[in-house]
């Protein structure tokens, strides 16, 4: 089974300025994906950003990034700017992968609150 | 093209009664998902269906029971509410978006939730 395990409940940063939160993750899969997830208090899931463990090269999406490390199993998201819209909970999230196609769902971790300051 | 439905968005039950939280997804994805989020937790898989046909049990099963009626269609019941099944549901379906080798690429869009009270 894995685990996701992210260490900060909360985090807060003035605007404009650039945080990172941390996951780290425990697997014996070779095959699999992260991800992070954010979710405002409208509560809506939506995706952040992903990273494939076959690929070296960090996943990188605008404003945020990741910082994978798959021998050290940490995946680290990194948000410059940071914006008064990025206060929500973030989620640090693994999936199996699946050769055969179906995948067996998501696995999170207990999330943290980041507030972005004026 | 509405993504992942959930219905109904708020629901109160007292103690014992059953329900269903229904979910539909028009985008022709082959496996969904129901999970549950409480108070300081993150989401947990309660059943998923890989595919039409198909359920299987994920971390938290005991209590509900689902139904994958076709492919657009995954339903979640409770048979016989308890305050501790008190929690946010979401559905979500997942869409393999393309093979590199061997290695499928997903991915995942979530409904917008479902909040149940149980008294």
């Known amino acids: 089974a894995q685990t996701v395990t992210q260490s900060q409940p909360e985090m807060s940063v003035q605007e404009a300025e650039t945080v990172t939160l941390s996951c780290t993750y425990d697997?014996?899969?070779?095959?699999?994906?992260l991800f992070w997830y954010k979710q405002p208090p409208s509560r809506q899931m939506i995706l952040v950003i992903r990273?494939?463990?076959?690929?070296?090269q960090n996943a990188t999406e605008n404003r945020f990034s990741v910082n994978f490390q798959k021998a050290a199993k940490s995946f680290s998201l990194k948000i410059s700017d940071s914006q008064l819209g990025d206060t929500a909970m973030y989620f640090c999230?693994?999936?199996?992968?699946?050769?055969?196609?179906?995948?067996?769902?998501?696995?999170f971790g207990k999330g943290t609150h980041l507030i972005i300051q004026p | 093209n509405a993504g992942v439905t959930q219905t109904p968005k708020f629901q109160v039950l007292k103690t014992g009664q059953s329900m269903t939280l229904q979910c539909a997804q028009d985008?022709?994805?082959?496996?969904m998902y129901w999970y549950r989020q409480d108070p300081g937790m993150g989401l947990r898989l309660i059943y998923y269906?890989?595919?039409?046909?198909?359920?299987d049990k994920g971390e938290v099963p005991n209590g509900y029971n689902v139904s994958r009626l076709n492919k657009r269609e995954f339903s979640l019941r409770l048979e016989s509410a308890a305050p501790s099944q008190t929690s946010v549901y979401f559905c979500?379906?997942?869409?393999?978006?393309?093979?590199?080798?061997?290695?499928?690429?997903?991915?995942?869009?979530f409904g917008p939730g479902t909040r149940l009270t149980v008294t």
């Open positions: 979500a379906s997942i869409l393999l978006s393309g093979l590199a080798g061997r290695r499928a690429i997903y991915e995942q869009y």
């Open positions: 999230a693994f999936m199996k992968g699946n050769s055969g196609g179906g995948a067996d769902g998501l696995t």
């Open positions: 990273q494939e463990a076959y690929k070296q």
């Open positions: 985008m022709n994805h082959n496996s």
């Open positions: 697997t014996s899969e070779n095959n699999y994906y």
């Open positions: 269906s890989a595919s039409e046909g198909t359920t």
